[in-house]
């Protein structure tokens, strides 16, 4: 079975709007556009259930080191982008499309934040939004 990061990855590997397909697994470097998935601490119990089953959560970040500055118009296009990523998965939601776990059985994937500004230099800035992921095994 491939680790439930992996299975995400490959997921957000399709949002259209992901430029150049770089999408590392917790790690940003300090250099231009790039896009990481990265894994949030959780109780991996999401529901449990009266006959001993329950359903399994995993929580992450997408995130991205975007270029910043005073420009307010690049400043509103990088949370543009995570605009259309938040709609991308709710889509999904409602169409079905959800992460292949390889095994285990996807349930729902949802946003749990919007998008923020998490950290900020003179050039770069780190955005991210955080995510759930629903399954059974």
Request: hydrophobic share 40%.
């Amino acid at each position: 079975m491939k680790p439930l990061i992996e299975c995400v990855r490959d997921y957000i590997m399709q949002f259209p709007e992901l430029k150049d397909g770089c999408l590392m697994v917790d790690y940003l470097s300090s250099e231009g556009i790039e896009y990481t998935v990265d894994s949030i601490p959780c109780d991996p119990i999401y529901k449990r259930y009266t006959d001993g089953g329950c359903l399994k959560q995993f929580l992450f970040v997408f995130g991205s080191r975007e270029f910043y500055g005073a420009d307010v118009l690049e400043c509103i296009a990088n949370l543009g982008f995570y605009e259309k990523f938040e709609d991308w998965i709710m889509r999904n939601n409602l169409n079905d499309v959800l992460p292949d776990l390889d095994g285990r059985n996807a349930i729902f994937i949802e946003t749990t934040t919007k998008a923020y500004l998490l950290s900020a230099d003179e050039n770069l800035a780190r955005y991210q939004i955080q995510l759930r992921l629903v399954y059974e095994e």
